[in-house]
C-alpha cells in the first residue's frame, strides 16, 4: 500500500474516487497526451501518420483491437507498450485474485467480504505493470489456461464442487481492469475462441458444467498473420465480429526510419572500445532489408523482419571489435570488406523461393551488390565532381583565369 493512499472503502467514498472502465481510462489519458502535443507511444518509429492514429481511434471508440502485420512489425511492442495509457496506481480489494474495484466486485470472496464488512474492506493500490497480461496462443491452450479450473485441492478442503470458491482463475480474470494481449490468435483452437467471445461479449462461461458470471473488465488486444486472418478460416467469424477495430502494421516506408530502428534497437559494444559507425554502413544494411523485401528471388508472405537490419547491423559493428581486438586498438569502424560476414545473420531471416543449389548464396550476392551501388555512388559520383572542379581549376590558373563553374556549364573569366 502506498503511504498517504486511502485504506478502507470508506476512505476511498470519502475521497471523492470515481470508478472508470479500463477503457475509459485509457481514452481519458489519450486525449490528454493529444492534448498536450506528446506522442502516442514512445519508441515507435515510422507508424505516426499510418498506425498510430488508426490505434487511437480505436482506444477513443472503446473497441478492442486485432493487429494484422507480417513478422518484425512491432505488433508485440505496441501491445506491451498500451499500459502506459494506464493510470500509474488504482484501487482494488485487498488480497483479491482478480483486482475487484472496491465499489463493483465480482469474485465470490471479495462480494462475501463486503457483505460481511460493509465499507470497512480493506483496499490495495496496484501500478499499471501489473494489470498487462499477454499469452503466445498455441494448439495446446485450454479454458483452463484461459478462463480457469476447479482447485481439486480447495474441493478436498470440504467446499462444494459447485462454490465459485472452489475455482483457480485463468489468466483473462487475472488481468481484470487491464489490458490482455494474444499472440498469433489464429493458431487456437475453435472452442477455445468460443470461450473468447463469451468473454467479449456474454461476460459469462461454464467451469465444469456450472455456470460463473464473470463480467470482466477488459481491453483486450490481439495479433494475427494477415494471411492467416483473411484467407485460412482459421478464426470462427463470430470472434472477427466482437473485435470493433482491425488495425495493419506495415515494414518501415523508407530507408531513415529504417535505420533510426537499427541504432536504438543495436546492442552495445563493450566498453573499452569506442565504435564508430560510418552513416553509409548503416544505410547500406538498410537498403539490403528493403531490397530484400522488394526481391522476387525471397518469399513475401513471410516477410522480411526488422531483426534483419538489427542483427545486421550489430554483426558489423561486431566484426569491427574483433578486428580491433586482434590488432590491439581500441577504436572499431566498419569498413565494406565486413559486409561478407553478414550471411550468418541474413540467411536464416529469409526465405529463398528458388530451390536451386547455390541458389542462395547467388541471391545473398545479388542483394549485397544491390545495397552497396545506391548508398555508395552518391557519395563517389560527387567526390568525382569535386575533383573534376578542382583539376579545372588549377588548369584555369596555370592560362591566367580563374575557373568560375555554374549550374550549367563551366565558365572562365580572367583574373
Known sequence: MTSGRPQTIAELRAGGHRRETV??????????????????????????ETVLPQLANAIISGHDVIMLGERGQAKSRIMRSLISLLDEEVPVIAGCEVNDHPFDPI?????????????????????????YGEKLATPDISIADLIGEVDPIKVAEGRYLADELTIHYGLLPRTNRGIFGINELPDLAERIQVGLLNIMEEKDVQIRGYRVRLPLDLFVIASANPEDYTSRGRIITPLKDRFGSQVRTHYPL????????MESERHAVPEDFELIFPSFMKEIVAELTHLAR???????????????????????ASNSVRRAARLGESLAV?????????????AGRVEIEALDEGKEEQVLARLERGATSQPLSSRVSFRGLKMAECSRSARASRRGLTYAPSATSPSWRPR
Open 23 to 48: 477503457k475509459q481510462e485509457m481514452r481519458r489519458n489519450l486525449l490528454t497526451r493529444l492534448r498536450a502535443g506528446e506522442p502516442l507511444l514512445a519508441g515507435i518509429v515510422g507508424y505516426e
Open 107 to 131: 469474485c465470490r470472496r471479495c462480494l462475501d467480504m463486503i457483505a460481511k464488512d460493509g465499507d470497512n474492506v480493506e483496499i490495495a493500490w496496484i501500478g499499471r505493470d501489473h494489470r
Open 254 to 261: 523508407s530507408v531513415s526510419e529504417e535505420m533510426q530502428i
Open 294 to 316: 522488394r526481391s522476387p528471388h525471397i518469399s513475401q508472405s513471410s516477410g522480411v523482419s526488422v531483426r534483419m537490419s538489427i542483427a545486421n547491423v550489430e554483426n558489423l
Open 334 to 346: 566498419p569498413r565494406i570488406s565486413d559486409l561478407a560476414f553478414l550471411a550468418s545473420s541474413t
